[in-house]
């Protein structure tokens, strides 16, 4: 049985008594408990009272894709191909490499409530508590090459701290290449990778995962500091973000297929958040330290250091406050 009907019913934070869930499921109340056994797997505060039922503490707000269709403005919803919304997934990248296979790529969009196997830049795990975040793929198509995408993953950032401005999000910055912060500390990553010719066509999956409530979850093991959006604007619906979101990355889409980073870099330049600052850059095993300068025309970082100005381009690059 699909426990995506179990979930929508237990969504509201009520209670709700196994005859009633039953009733609804069309099961008996044995079976009721087994499907409710079957939840344990996405770490969920689902409780019971005697003479009450089954309550999902603090409810869920989750994703529908009627309903995030429903919130688009009509250029992006005429734009955006087909739209998945997969409860429990391995990774929503995984989900648009598929679509890609099956001929379904061109704005292919989709979202998991959690991830199994969500991976994060240089192989990094993604924390994936179920129902809480946003974790979306989208598939974009270009026909020039690899050689043209110089800044993808910049423009692509620049998407994400754009609709957080339009949920009230003050203060989002990014930090080159990849991620979003908020009072230097991550709100959101980026992860890219390219399908297809590198001369011609080719996709792109664009991979986002957000932080929108992390409270209750386990997050010992996230290993850099972190915020997400209910401890900066509290409660976020979720649909509205997700269809914002979507809006604002097809936008960025139509900018940088038609005019490339160079049209986005200035823009970019005002959320940089190391912009000016002392920094160290870690290549491999190499530190070098200097002074952020913002980024070139193709979306390198830009270092001035002791021994003149270097560019870095990616690669095993990270960067971090000196």
Not at 13 to 22: D, K
Not at 250 to 267: H, I, M, P, S
Request: proline residues 2%; charged residues 20%; negative net charge.
């Amino acid at each position: 049985m699909d426990n995506s009907i179990l979930l929508t019913i237990l969504a509201d934070g009520e209670y709700h008594s196994g005859e009633e869930l039953g009733a609804q499921l069309g099961i008996s109340r044995a079976g009721v408990w087994k499907q409710l056994h079957k939840l344990e797997v996405l770490e969920l505060p689902i409780g019971s009272i005697k003479g009450r039922g089954y309550r999902l503490a603090g409810g869920l707000d989750l994703l529908g894709a009627d309903k995030i269709r429903s919130l688009l403005p009509e250029s992006a919803a005429s734009a955006l191909g087909e739209l998945d919304i997969f409860p429990l997934i391995g990774s929503t990248n995984d989900a648009a490499a598929e679509a890609i296979r099956t001929g379904r790529g061109a704005n292919y969009c989709c979202f998991a409530e959690q991830q199994s196997a969500g991976r994060g830049r240089r192989g990094r795990a993604w924390r994936s508590p179920f129902g809480r975040n946003i974790y979306l793929s989208m598939v974009w198509e270009f026909q020039s090459g690899a050689a043209a995408l110089e800044g993808l993953s910049l423009s692509v950032g620049l998407a994400v701290v754009r609709a957080l401005g339009h949920l009230g999000v003050d203060g989002a910055g990014l930090k080159w290449p990849n991620d979003v912060l908020h009072d230097n500390k991550k709100l959101a990553g980026i992860l890219l990778e390219m399908q297809g010719d590198p001369s011609g066509l080719c996709q792109v999956i664009v991979g986002v995962g957000l932080n929108v409530n992390l409270a209750g979850c386990d997050t010992e093991a996230i290993t850099q500091p972190w915020t997400d959006l209910q401890m900066i604007v509290g409660n976020v619906a979720r649909n509205e973000l997700a269809a914002t979101l979507i809006a604002e990355l097809l936008k960025v889409q139509a900018e940088f297929t038609r005019d490339g980073f160079t049209y986005l870099r200035e823009e970019w330049g005002k959320f940089d958040v190391f912009a000016g600052k002392s920094v160290q850059v870690q290549l491999g095993d190499n530190a070098i330290q200097g002074v952020a300068r913002g980024v070139d025309a193709s979306g390198g970082l830009v270092l001035e250091t002791d021994a003149g100005e270097r560019v870095f381009r990616g690669g095993e690059v990270s960067l971090r406050g000196a």
